[in-house]
């Protein structure tokens, strides 16, 4: 009997993906269907409700329930979700596509899924804006109200990609036929919610936490990580693999960087790497509670937030993303409220004086004693080819992170923004 919390939703873990003969089927008449051309945000969504990680989403989100998931975080029935899971299609598309219908999804050639299509409706630049302002306006500097529109549309990838979204959504249920390149490339990281729950119950493990990382792992991220190994059963190490903005690390690199980090400086069997195929949407405190909601269905009950989760420059407050689980519906319905809680950590830092890692709550020493450690601006130096500071990553990471830039013949620049640079503290 597994001790783990149950997957979101109520109805265990709901997986529309096909496999044998049922998928050979599917794959035929999809042949003969209206081909749908699709993004690659709508792709890792598409293999995420294959696998079970966006139980209990059995397909893309009708009109009610985006503007539910907008104002309120709620779907139509009440069930917590709090990003838009939405397909977009041309207006000559939509014409060519009544209700009822069925069409296949498919990405540079290959095909993904099959849907029938139970609702559309128009998406008018007043209705993307309006999703913008609800899931990706914070409380930072760069989302006040005189700032927001004129910022967000050069600098928030989340925002551009709405905006830049098709005339129409449609809605409906979904059979995945492929989990495209990740099982492939990914082999023993790429990994379903079922086979992580397995892990977990081989283990015996019950309080699970996950550390969700866009960015190779710095000392910050291994002291979040210890922490969780210190007060829970193990520790989910729980990668993005989708798609970045330019200027991020690729998967490959991040995970051999973690992969080092572990083999050196951890008990290996309490701690578990693996990856999850989405794109970045840097929906920052929203993107926190999908990052929490998807991995309650892989058996997580305790998401570690930190410092400027999942954000981009300056749009969130620097623990919005801690702040914004006080304030989401609570049913006292366990099927459709979210179960897996927060682990709210401090601004972490290395500090001279006490001679090893801190937070705000447990070092009383000054600004001019710390290490201030980001992502941001540990990529920053490097792709600057810069001097990385003393206590701010490991040696042997370092080594490795340094093998990469050094080996790239483009460069992108790497913005810093206050909450990566320290000068918010």
Known sequence: MSKLVAPHGGKGLVCALLSGSARDAELKKAAGLKQIEISARAKGDLIMMGIGGFSPLSGFMNKADWKGVCEKFQMADGTFWPVPITLDISAADA???????????????????????????????????????????GLGDDSADDKFWKVAMEDHPGVQMVMAQK???????????????????????????????????????????????????????????KIAVEVCDGVLIHSLIGNLKPGDIPAPVRIKAIDILINNYFVKENVISAGYPLDMRYAGPREGLLHATFRQNYGVNAMLIGRDHAGVGDF????????IFD?????????????????????????????????????????????????????KALSEGAEVVDHFGRDEVLTHLRAYYEGLTEKVEVKMQGAASGSKM
């Open 327 to 379: 304030r989401i519906p609570v049913t006292g319905d366990a099927g459709k409220d979210l179960l897996c809680k927060p682990m709210k950590i401090d601004w972490t830092f290395y500090c001279y004086k006490c001679d090893g890692m801190a937070s705000l709550r447990t070092c009383n020493h000054g600004k001019e004693d710390r290490v201030i450690l980001s992502g941001t601006k540990l990529r």
């Open 167 to 225: 005339e129409f959504n449609i809605a409906g249920p979904v059979k995945v036929l492929s989990e495209g390149e990740y099982p492939a490339e990914y082999p023993g990281i790429y990994l379903t919610p079922a086979q992580v729950r397995a892990m977990f119950d081989e283990r015996g493990w019950a309080n699970v936490a996950a550390l969700q990382l866009r960015n190779p792992m710095h000392r910050s991220h291994e002291y979040l990580a």
């Open 95 to 137: 014409a060519a596509i009544k209700e009822g219908d069925e069409i296949a999804l498919v990405r540079k050639g290959e095909t993904f899924a099959t849907m029938k299509v139970t609702e559309k409706y128009e998406m008018t630049e007043a209705d993307k804006k309006f999703e913008c302002e609800k899931v990706f306006k």
């Open 316 to 323: 969130y407050g620097l623990f919005e993303a801690q702040d």
